[in-house]
């Protein structure tokens, strides 16, 4: 009897010991982290779906069935608060780039924002004036008071209890994977990356650009530049070479009714030539100013390289346009200092650089002015084609003639 008894309980330890070592799904170590790289990449389709592009920027409404869904989720798999992450990234908008951003690296550095970017985050999710002022229109049911706000520790060790049950010990760095993986790629990599290093579809007023046009791995957060010109928008690709999986995901949840877009970025249309640009066309002009400050920086450049080549046909000292060419189509304060004394330069000695960085400023006179009528600003436009058709430069003649073309 007592043989009959300890065989039973060392079968039962035995299988305890296997069931620790391999949990329910006895799977190999490289399908838990195949596991894990699924499950983090719903956690960024729920970052980028719900709380940035839902919450924060109110482009898609979402069902409630997919609401509480993504909720739940992000409880478990990162313990952050929908109001905190909100107001958090809304304030990052509001300041971005200048002091009060949270986790901007012009303000604080690459080097902390990239490392210690969730540092940051949490230091931010405390202030209770970022939370009051810019929170608003987040949840506020019985759910989030009373389960999610205040117990992040109980929804992350809750998903640790899950990772151990369905993967034993391999579930330990099941869990260290989906820990580490919004800090690395959010608060690491767009938050730093996406201000510091990258391509820029668009001139927009801060540093943000796209870390790659292929947004799969971060949920189309990488099109960071494309985001930051058009906040509002629910897609994030705007050219055709780029790709939004996070857009993707949202159309899905569209066709089955859980989501409903609210806001797409613009896209500038064109018809005939007018004899001379209208209020019509002025209003097409600003609401694109971003794609046509993006087509001018382009010209610019372009203007730059032949420069650049004539100067080499005379085996003259190109640095000052070489300089130029990467530099001259950015705002003056993107910048830096140590290239400006080449860029003076350049200007001073390339007239048609200086035309065309010159008449650039003027065309953005045209969105930035607050004192004038729109039948001023229309005269306005219509005396800065004139000047540019008139210039001799080919690059500012044909840019005006397409201006002339554009209808809202």
Known sequence: MFSSDYGLLSHLWDGLIQFLADGLTQATWWQAIIAALVMTHITIASVTIYLHRHSAHRSLDLHPIASHFFRFWLWMTTGMV??????????????????????????????????????????????????ARYGHNTPDDWVERNIYTGRSRLGVSLMLIIDVALFGA??????????????????????????????????????????????????????????????????????????DIGWMYITILKTFGLASVKKLPPKMAFGAVKPVADEKTLEAIIANRYEVMAGYARELRVACQR????????????????????????????????VKPQLAQARAEHPVLDKMVTMREELRSLWTGTNATREQLAADLQAWCRRAEESGIAALRDFSIQLRSARA
């Open 82 to 131: 929908t109001k905190e992450w909100t107001a958090i990234h809304r304030k990052h908008h509001a300041k971005c780039e200048h002091e009060g951003d949270p986790h901007s690296p012009v303000v604080f550095g690459i080097k902390k924002v990239f490392f210690e970017g969730s540092e940051l985050y949490r230091a931010e999710a405390k202030n209770q004036e970022t939370l």
């Open 170 to 243: 391999l579930g330990l760095t099941v869990w260290a994977i989906q820990m580490a993986w919004i800090p690395v790629t959010a608060a690491g990599i767009i938050n730093g990356i996406g201000h510091w290093w990258g391509y820029r579809n668009f001139e927009a007023a801060d540093a943000s650009t796209n870390v790659s046009p292929w947004g799969i791995i971060i949920g189309g957060e990488e099109l960071h530049n494309n985001h930051h010109t058009y906040p509002t928008s629910a897609k994030l690709s705007v050219k055709p070479y780029e790709f």
């Open 307 to 338: 420069e650049v080549e004539a100067l080499k046909s005379r085996s003259g000292d190109v640095s000052a346009l070489e300089a130029a060419r990467r530099w001259l189509h950015r705002d003056d304060d993107k910048v830096p200092a140590a």
